[in-house]
């Protein structure tokens, strides 16, 4: 069975710092990307950052750049989000999920087989 349990969500003040997890298991040996999503009410699904398990190369979208950084414990089958100067904008449910691709990671959502259930982050001005 394979699981992909999202935490450390919740509500913080504009300019706070929040750290995800995400929890990993019964994965494909063959796994290598893990990606973080986002959706905030009423707006698409975004990707936020991937990470390649085996190269690390890392991918930030444009809007969290320099703020958001994800990393990875493989002892413990754990991918985290560091968010710094968080703002309102960055307000919606988070996502992470796998896949086994190429030696980078897609971009696109659809290529992702495994999903986690959310975690939401809320931010207020």
């Known amino acids: 069975l394979v699981q992909l349990v999202e935490s450390g969500g919740g509500a913080v003040q504009a300019g706070g710092s929040l750290r995800l997890s995400c929890v990993h298991s019964g994965l494909p040996s063959n796994f290598n990307c893990v990606a973080w999503y986002r959706q905030a009410t009423g707006k698409e699904r975004e990707e936020v950052a991937s990470i390649h398990i085996g190269g690390r190369n890392t991918y930030y979208a444009d809007s969290v750049k320099g703020r958001f950084t994800i990393s990875q414990d493989n002892a413990k089958n754990t991918v985290y989000l560091q968010m710094n100067s968080l703002k309102p904008e960055d307000t919606a449910m988070y996502y992470c999920?796998?896949?086994?691709?190429?030696?980078?990671?897609?971009?696109?959502?659809?290529?992702?087989?495994?999903w986690g259930q959310g975690t939401q982050v809320t931010v207020s001005s």
């Open positions: 999920a796998a896949t086994n691709w190429w030696n980078f990671c897609s971009h696109l959502s659809s290529d992702y087989n495994y």
